[in-house]
């Protein structure tokens, strides 16, 4: 598109104020390329009333080419040509919060007060602010300790404004004794100093010292920010939500943070008839308000009060329909976060965030709707939706458990910055298809490039050696991960090393493994001791493991049907008598297995000995044409 001066218009071409007429339009960089053109032909560059104004119209702008344009100006025509800039440092400070603000490097903040100061440019209070700000966003604390010890020595350094911003960039960089220094140094305190350091020892689990600041503070202080952080720390407990409550009844007014803040602590503490009650006294709601009612309800178990409360709420937004969506999905109902999610595209006009699209791509995954998936991916990439996050990652595991491993790879492998998670989900897809060769090279690859690998990452890389009978390749990760990683083994990872051992036949070692481990192994490890008994026959150490299972979890059916397999392959029928017996006497049933198949568009649905299908006479009747040999393809084989 481009930009036009209106063709009545009465200025001259000598004029700027066309030019200056033009900024507000601008949006792109071909825009940036029209004023820059403009305003050498006809010489205004060399006007520093207009680059000025130029610099302080584009310098705060949502659109990075603008902010771009304005730094390249104030650079090459203001911070080091003019003198006047010296002695008012306004515009310097537009441009330190270019950075100290926005989605750029804030370290460059701090070097271009450095510039300031090397070249004469005068340093004002709000100068200062916007330094500690980048220098907490950067994580800067030495810098930012450099910046108090130089305000020590200035006349402003005393200065209320600025003593505040030094104890917020100290509680944000999580140093809660120099903030409380500063503090008790304070000539002078305002509501902001009190609500700072109170809000500081909230977040740091020190009610009781926020309690002891928050009363000795003077009453005319005292504001909604105040009572409000009381409320939050005392609501985080059970212990402590009496108090917050007989604080909230205290208030001489409140606000929607302070109802909020009340009901989140009686939702967290599964008190959902106290925080229904003040729900309903709510003089106004927000979909804050009713996204903690959902989500309460939801985690409680009450999934049909959650969806009749998200089918109340006036104005549904993106959290309350990603709060929806991520119970159901909790909750195994895969089907309602697929239409939840379909609602809030059509009848909400809600566009999706990566929130919602990675709980939608979970759900899809685990109903095993393909075709659902794609057009999800459709959707990403129409709207240019970065993969480099946990979209990514939800996109590669959706195609694993949907049975398309060629599709995963092709998203991993298009995604220019990975991150482990990324690493994982195609290791872990990898695994589940029984591609264990390539997911462990895909894991030496992570070695070679320096991905630092995580606890998930060894956890998947094991169970896909196990998966594919790589014991010493499994050996190796292990040792990989303790020697070279320094990371502790956990359950999860010694569980994997039995089921590889396991697996492989050598019953033995994995029986060592569990016996030296540092910390007690849990009952799934003692199952899949006695699955790999069971598999290779191994009755000497399989009948003590379910004996120990069977004492452990009395209630769990598979330690008595692997017992009782086993001694069947051994054809000691007493024994399974005894053991079908002790079932019965325990009213114990075993689970049937399920499995899913998804044919054009339909998901089939199949237990074991279940006869329900309508096709099930034909499925039956080719599966055992399949399983029969035919003498003619044999014929062929020879």
């Known amino acids: 598109m481009q930009l036009s001066v209106s063709a009545h218009s009465n200025q001259p071409w000598n004029s700027a104020l066309p030019t200056l007429h033009l900024l507000p339009k601008c949006k792109s960089q071909n825009h940036v390329n029209q004023i820059h053109a403009r305003i050498i032909t006809t010489g205004f560059i060399a006007n520093t009333s207009l680059t000025t104004k130029i610099v302080l119209n584009f310098i705060s702008s949502p659109h990075s080419s603008l902010v ?35 989605s750029d490097d804030p370290v460059k903040a701090v070097t271009l007060l450095s510039d ?70 304070m000539e002078k305190l305002d509501s902001v100093s009190y609500n700072s350091m109170i809000d500081g020892y909230v977040k740091c689990g020190m009610i009781d ?71 309903d006294r709510m003089p106004k709601r927000d979909a804050v308000s009713w996204a903690s009612m959902i989500d309460g309800y939801a985690k409680s178990g009450s999934i049909e009060i959650a969806a009749a409360m998200f089918e109340k709420m006036p104005d549904r937004d993106v959290v309350a329909c990603n709060a929806m969506m991520a119970r159901y999905l909790q909750n195994g109902l895969f ?23 990675s709980i939608v791509l979970s759900a899809i995954a685990q109903l095993g709707h393909l075709d659902e998936g794609i057009a999800i991916h459709v959707y990403i990439e129409e709207n240019r939706v970065f993969l480099g996050g946990k979209v990514g990652v939800a996109l590669i595991d959706m195609y694993s458990k949907c049975g398309s491993i ?119 490890i003692w199952r899949t001791l006695l699955s790999a008994c069971s598999n290779h026959r191994n009755l000497r150490i399989g009948e003590p493991v379910a004996k120990h299972l069977i004492d452990l979890d009395s209630q769990n059916t598979s330690s008595y049907v692997l017992l009782s397999n086993m001694y069947a392959g051994f054809g000691m029928w007493n024994e399974v008598n005894m053991v ?24 089939h649905e199949f237990f074991v000995q279940d006869k329900s299908h309508p096709q099930v006479a034909e499925i039956c009747s080719l599966l055992d044409n399949i399983s029969t040999p035919n ?8």
């Open 68 to 102: 771009q344009f304005a730094r390249y100006i104030f650079f090459s025509r203001h911070a080091f040509q003019d003198s006047r800039e010296r002695h008012d440092p306004f515009l310097w400070n537009a441009v330190i919060k270019s950075y100290s603000h926005g």
């Open 406 to 524: 060629e599709n995963a790879m092709l998203v991993f492998g298009d995604i220019k910055v990975k991150d482990v998670d990324h690493w994982n989900a195609m290791i872990g897809g990898l695994a589940v298809h029984g591609l264990g060769e390539l997911a462990f090279d895909l894991f030496m690859e992570m070695e070679r490039i320096c991905v630092e690998p995580d606890d998930i990452t060894f956890i998947v890389v094991l169970n896909a050696c196990a998966h594919s009978g790589l014991v010493k390749e499994g050996l190796m990760c292990f040792e990989i991960m303790r020697r070279v990683h320094g990371l502790d083994p956990k359950l999860q990872h010694y569980g994997c090393i039995v089921d590889v051992l396991g697996r492989a036949g050598r019953v033995e070692e994995a029986w060592r493994v569990i016996e030296e481990m540092p910390i007690e192994a849990n009952d799934v």
């Open 116 to 185: 300031m100061l090397e070249n004469g440019v005068s340093i004002d209070r709000f100068s200062f602010s916007l330094i500690l700000k980048a220098c907490s966003r950067a994580g800067l604390v030495k810098e930012g300790m450099q910046i108090h010890g130089f305000l020590r020595k200035l006349e402003i350094g005393s200065d209320l404004f600025l003593q505040n911003c030094l104890i917020s960039w100290y509680l944000r960089c999580g140093s809660l004794e120099s903030a409380q220094r500063v503090f008790s140094r």
């Open 209 to 279: 010292s926020a309690r002891l600041l928050f009363d000795c503070m003077p009453v005319e202080e005292k504001n909604l920010n105040s009572w409000n952080s009381m409320i939050f720390g005392y609501a985080q407990s059970k212990d402590g939500l009496g108090i917050a409550r007989k604080v909230f009844d205290e208030m001489p007014e409140r606000d929607l943070v302070s109802w909020n803040s009340m009901i989140d602590g009686y939702v967290k503490c599964g008190k959902m008839e106290d925080a229904h009650e003040l729900f």
């Open 580 to 603: 079908r017996t002790m079932m019965k006497e325990r009213n114990l049933r075993k689970v049937p297995g399920c499995s899913w198949v998804e044919l054009e568009g339909i998901v």
């Open 335 to 357: 089907m309602e976060a697929l239409t939840t999610f379909h609602y809030m595209k059509a009848e909400c006009n809600l566009i999706p965030d990566a929130t919602t699209l």
């Open 631 to 638: 003498p003619v393809i044999t014929c062929c084989r020879n």
